[in-house]
């Protein structure tokens, strides 16, 4: 237990005291022994620590290998950049640089038709309900609301189709 004790030592029917101070066993400081597997991310995308190894040092100079169970200070990483990373256990705090890029578009999909899909000659198209979606590299999906679409004037018998675009996509 972890204070001031007084500890008697006896020698043929002599006693004699001497004072030792016990100290709790504290950890001092963590150090990144192993990165993660992944340094680089997309906008969008979620930090994974996955492989992550922690050395956490004691006082009496043991040591504890940490896989889990540390915090982060970024979950959602948002913006482009060199983001610094802080990993926290039991109080204490190391860091990581990770790179984040933007993300390039790779595709888009009207997700959810427009209310409106029957038109007579004349009409406008209206966009009305209508959800597109972009899918940009790492998988990250999002929602676009900056498209084009064609024909974008009054709707002829030949028109039978709508072509959404985003950037040439």
């Given amino acids: ?4 004790h007084r500890i008697p030592v006896n020698y043929n029917g002599l006693t004699t005291y001497f004072t030792v101070v016990v100290h709790d066993i504290t950890p001092v400081s963590l150090d990144i022994t192993k990165k993660p ?5 997309y906008a969008g995308q979620e930090l994974d620590t996955t492989g992550l190894e922690l050395l ?12 889990d169970g540390y915090t982060v200070s970024h979950t ?7 983001i ?8 204490l705090s190391v860091t990581y640089e990770i790179s984040v890029e933007t993300p390039a578009l790779v595709s888009i999909a009207v997700t959810t038709n427009p209310y409106k899909t029957s038109y007579t000659a004349g009409e406008l198209f209206s966009t009305a309900g209508m959800v597109v979606t972009g899918t ?12 084009t679409y064609t024909p974008n004037g009054a709707l002829s018998v030949n028109d039978t189709e709508i072509v959404i675009d985003k950037n040439g996509i």
């Avoid at 956490?56 to 896989?67: A, C, P, S």
């Fill in 1 to 4: 237990e972890a204070g001031i």
């Fill in 37 to 41: 597997d992944t340094l680089e991310f």
């Fill in 56 to 67: 956490l040092t004691y006082n009496d100079g043991n040591t504890e290998v940490i896989t």
């Fill in 84 to 91: 610094e990373i802080t990993v926290t256990y039991m109080e």
């Fill in 76 to 82: 959602v990483l948002d913006k482009p950049g060199n």
């Fill in 136 to 147: 940009y590299t790492a998988g990250v999906q999002k929602v676009i609301t900056d498209y």
